[in-house]
């Protein structure tokens, strides 16, 4: 990430902190009209839910200059996924509805290179996160091979 980057997501993210719980509320909309069948991973109060996914990303915004430093949780966060039936294809749709809502919440201010410093951001996390969820299967099947 570039600083410029990082200086991008941090502007843009302030500006949807305050509307946070709408933003969560746009965001589980989309996602489910994007794939209703990921309606069924979700037990808990979907409010709840998305203050935690915002809470999750506003952790990671302001971590972006030091991002390595929380590898380990966010690959702990993947391999949690894969218990609530998490496959690798969902990141791609949770992107998607991702950056939608960010274009519905910004309007004029989500310009293409915000879009791309998140869309960096987003995947970075993601891949992360598949990769946490990989080795730990991998290190389940060992364990009963
Ligand atoms: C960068 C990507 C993602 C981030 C930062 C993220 C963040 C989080 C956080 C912080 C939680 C709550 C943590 C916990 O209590 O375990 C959570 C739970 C959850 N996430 Fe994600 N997530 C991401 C991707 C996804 C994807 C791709 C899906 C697929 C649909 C997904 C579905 C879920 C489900 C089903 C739960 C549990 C909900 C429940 O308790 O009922 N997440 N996520």
């Given at each position: 990430m570039t600083p410029q980057e990082i200086t991008?997501?941090?502007n843009s993210f302030a500006k949807v902190a305050p509307i946070a719980d709408q933003a969560a509320a746009i965001f589980y909309a989309r996602l489910f009209e994007l794939d209703p069948a990921l309606r069924d991973l979700f037990q808990g109060d979907m409010k709840e839910q998305g203050r935690k996914l915002m809470t999750m990303l506003g952790?990671?915004?302001?971590?972006?200059?030091?991002?390595?430093?929380?590898?380990?949780?966010?690959?702990?966060?993947g391999l949690k996924h894969a218990g609530y039936r998490v496959r690798e294809e969902h990141y791609e749709t949770v992107g998607d509805a991702l950056l939608w809502t960010l274009a519905k919440g910004l309007g004029a201010e989500f310009t293409l290179d915000t879009r791309i410093a998140w869309g960096k951001t987003y995947w970075l996390l993601a891949e992360t996160m598949k990769a946490g969820a990989r080795d730990g299967a991998a290190k389940a099947a060992r364990a009963v091979a």
């Open positions: 991008l997501i941090k952790v990671a915004v302001n971590s972006l200059e030091r991002i390595e430093q929380l590898v380990p949780a966010v690959r702990q966060l």
